[in-house]
């Protein structure tokens, strides 16, 4: 089993900055995929960012060049955004995705609120 925590959500100013951060722990499957999904109120579910292994990156168009995916070796994944909306309000769900066997791990979600 993988255990997914986030941290990092709150109250965030539009055009501010905010930091997620999501530590997997238990039988993490070796060949990983991490991410960031969002659902706001009354919205599906959706792609943020993902991040493999490798270090390849997979961006929403609605964030590239405003937020930035990144991981450690030690499987923490982290989103770091910037000149957020208010429309990105939402709850982020932290993703683990095993490439093998295409099983996904979810983390509780972490609020995010942008408003002035």
């Known amino acids: 089993q993988v255990q997914l925590v986030e941290t990092g959500g709150g109250l965030v100013q539009p055009g501010g900055s905010l930091r997620l951060s999501c530590a997997a722990s238990?039988?993490?499957?070796?060949?990983?995929?991490m991410g960031w999904y969002r659902q706001g109120p009354g919205k599906q579910r959706e792609l943020v960012a993902t991040?493999?292994?490798?270090?390849?990156t997979n961006y929403a168009d609605s964030v590239k060049g405003r937020f930035t995916i990144s991981r450690d070796l030690k499987s923490t994944v982290y989103l770091q955004m910037n000149n957020v909306k208010p429309e990105e309000t939402a709850v982020y769900y932290c993703?683990?995705?095993?490439?093998?066997?295409?099983?996904?791990?979810w983390g509780q979600g972490t609020q995010v609120t942008v408003s002035s």
């Open positions: 993703n683990l995705r095993a490439i093998v066997t295409s099983i996904d791990y």
């Open positions: 238990g039988t993490i499957p070796r060949i990983n995929a």
């Open positions: 991040i493999s292994n490798g270090g390849r």
